[in-house]
């Protein structure tokens, strides 16, 4: 803890000459070293997609900081006995970059012992640190649902956008919508619209939990505006161009993912995150099950790849 003295000069004038210094002790409270603990149960429709993952990292990084983390257990008990403990991994298999004096440790289970992983199932966490300290937390998967009239691809005409729809799922809190989209580099070019990204990447939400439409592509990349080129941006709400394929993934999430998820423009808690986790550290164990299929904008039809439903033609 320390003390510092600040001086705040008075905005009160007598005869033209300044009133005062007024004195304010503030104390400053040194930053705590805490454990932070992401975990999530996946749930995809393939199982053998399914994957349990854990990334533990500190607020404040320090030189044995990582060895620390990578000497922790982390298990995962579902309510009818059966646990997992989750195998060290890369970090590169957790997160997509992070500091490189603290990146942390990743903990990954996704082979045969995830098969069996299911909607509605609930879990309980217990992270067992070095010094025998402990986390814990416990989450519900959210309950089963489906792509209206969607299997595996669909084939979808250019410059035309569509409503994908689904059912409900029991538990969730909402929807996380995401797209990564293929070939608009060279698609768009003739049109002189520079895409830099490719594949580009747009993020979208539903606004709670019976929200169960959204619309392709206009309504993605909600959460990626201030990024997008404007020109792109414009062009999207139009549809996509021929020749350009996209994979689209609708994820119902539980609470405890809903209330932590922060980053860039996408926060859905709101100012802060809500950690999901008690003990000797904090954060969140969420749960997810996800439906993914693939997409090709295409004026020909394509062999095996029915018509996307929902089409909707722009005037």
Known sequence: MGVRTLCRWSLVWVGLALAGCELEDITLVDAEDVVVAEVYVNVKKDPADNEIRAFLHRTIGTGDAVDDLLGAQVIVRRTDGRVYELPGSSVEDCVL??????????????????????????????????????????????GDFELDEISGACRLPPDVIMDITWSRSTEAWTYL???????????LAPEGIEVEDDPLYLLGL?????DTTITFPSEFGVFNRTELDQDLALRLQEGLPDGVSAEISITAIDRNFLNWARGGNFN???????????????????STIGRTFQL????????????????????
């Open 296 to 315: 090709f904008s295409s004026s020909d039809s394509i062999d095996g790849v029915p018509a996307c439903p929902g089409v909707i033609d722009l005037p």
């Open 268 to 286: 859905p808690s709101g100012q802060v995150r809500v950690p999901s986790l008690n003990g000797a550290g904090t954060g969140v164990f969420g």
């Open 206 to 210: 539903s606004i709670s939990d019976s």
């Open 177 to 187: 919508n995401e797209t990564s989209i293929r070939g608009l580099s060279d698609a």
């Open 97 to 142: 970059s992070s500091p490189s004096d603290d990146p942390g440790a990743c903990f990954l289970l996704n082979d045969s012992a995830t098969v069996d992983l299911a909607a509605g199932d609930i879990f309980e966490l217990e992270v067992i640190l070095v010094d025998g300290e402990r986390i814990t937390g416990a989450t519900q998967v959210p």
